[in-house]
């Protein structure tokens, strides 16, 4: 037990199956496409991305040994291109004497170039290796496209308070790799606070857990007692009488001030957060989402300056970054108000489920042509000084109306041209 303990608990609690997994059900729950594919030996090369301690690696682990197979792992920090070619050629003598196949689980994939990904592609169309790459980026943006490609994604959630306390719980009652041989006791309102100050992150409230137990002595019963503030203290982060409901409370409550337009409740609920420690990336995040969702199109400088408060935040860390911060959100809250943009994004999308058969015009399509099927009719926008009347949508949709410019702000002045029947 002594050399174990050496190893954090993060480590030695890393589920070794899919019993012990937890959360991600919408990947590995029954009938998924991944579990699926595991079952009938089919999965192919995957990409799991999403936010850290959400069991990405751990889940690639799992699929290694349930499939029976060899597996590797390397970090994109500290491999390069000759690494990936020997575990390549031993992966195909493996394959070739053994049958057996080889799965190289590449942490932060996202850091491999071009040139690191390219050495790859071979290996996985060739099914040499099958290649399993976790990233806290979208690969769609941070990753090359060739490999994304041969690839099925899959994108993993925060882990919810629920599931990180059952991990938790499995964690001081496992005697072989968990704190099960200490003298623990340990309040159901400590472990809450851990299981939601974490935010999703399992490795990070197993290691504020082996905290909280490793730095507190036994008492006069030779227990080691951890309780709420213990728990505080191990996670760095003050309460300040903020459980789970209140956290959501206090962040709808600064969501429903900005598009109230109350300057002084989003600013006192946005600090209430962070004071509590809450992650002002969260705030700005939901600033981003709302400077489109209820300013819109009546000014749209305040998504420009959302998305460059949140960048200023994520560069200039605290306390600076709060500043720009806190300069948005009086910006989003004094603006004009229009639901506009959410409201032709939810009709749109509406039409897109039910209307699946429809076909692009033939005007429209990518291969025109002059044989009479209406191919070639497209009217060149450029030709008639920038706009020209003609059909986009298909036939069943061709008079909808998605998009109705409100009366607010610079909103007001936009004069669709498809309401002036111009040709």
Not at 306 to 323: D, F, H, N, R
Not at 382 to 404: I, M, N
């Amino acid at each position: 037990m002594e050399n174990n303990t050496r190893v954090p608990l993060a480590e030695r609690m890393r589920p070794k199956s899919f019993d012990d997994f937890v959360g991600q059900e919408h990947i590995v729950g029954t009938n998924t496409l991944l579990y699926r594919a595991i079952k009938f030996g089919s999965l192919g090369s995957c990409i799991f991305y999403g936010p850290p301690g959400t069991g990405k690696t751990t889940l690639g682990n799992i699929i290694a040994k349930t499939l029976k197979a060899n597996y590797v792992k390397l970090n994109a920090v500290t491999s390069g291109v000759g690494d990936a070619k020997a575990i390549i050629e031993r992966a195909r003598t493996d394959k070739a004497m053994f049958n057996t196949d080889t799965f190289l689980i590449l942490d932060e994939c996202h850091r491999w170039n071009k040139a690191q990904s390219d050495c790859v592609l071979e290996a996985i169309e060739d099914g040499s290796i099958f290649f399993i790459g976790t990233t806290t980026e979208n690969p769609y943006t941070s990753m090359t496209r060739a490999i994304v490609s041969r690839c099925r994604v899959f994108e993993f959630k925060s882990l919810t308070s629920k599931d990180i306390k059952k991990a938790l719980k499995r964690a001081i009652v496992d005697k072989e790799s968990g704190l099960g041989s200490l003298p623990v006791e340990i309040d159901d309102d400590a472990l809450d606070y851990i299981a939601f100050a974490c935010g999703g992150d399992l490795r990070s409230s197993l290691n504020s857990l082996e905290l909280a137990v490793m730095t507190t002595p036994l008492n006069k019963e030779r227990k080691i007692v951890v309780n709420r503030e213990v728990a505080e203290q191990s996670t760095d982060r003050k309460a300040l009488s903020l459980d789970e409901s209140m956290y959501y409370d206090f962040l709808s409550a600064f969501c429903k001030s900005l598009r109230g337009s109350d300057v002084e409740g989003a600013l006192y609920y946005s600090q209430r957060l962070i004071k509590a420690g809450c992650d002002p990336m969260i705030i700005a995040r939901r600033l981003v989402a709302h400077s489109s969702e209820d300013v819109g199109m009546a000014d749209s400088n305040a998504l420009l300056l959302s998305t460059s408060a949140m960048y200023a935040l994520e560069k200039m860390g605290q306390p600076e970054g709060l500043i720009p911060l806190t300069h948005a959100i009086i910006y989003v809250c004094e603006a004009e108000k229009s639901n506009s943009v959410i409201e032709a994004m939810h009709k749109a999308s509406d039409d897109a489920v039910n209307f699946t058969d429809n076909k692009v015009p033939n005007h429209l399509k990518n291969h025109p042509s002059t044989n009479g099927d209406g191919h070639g009719k497209y009217k060149y926008p450029h030709d008639y000084g920038g706009y020209v009347k003609q059909q986009y949508l298909p036939d069943a949709l061709k008079d909808r109306v998605y998009y109705t410019p409100s009366k607010n702000g610079r909103e007001k002045n936009l004069i669709r041209k498809k309401f002036r029947g111009e040709n």
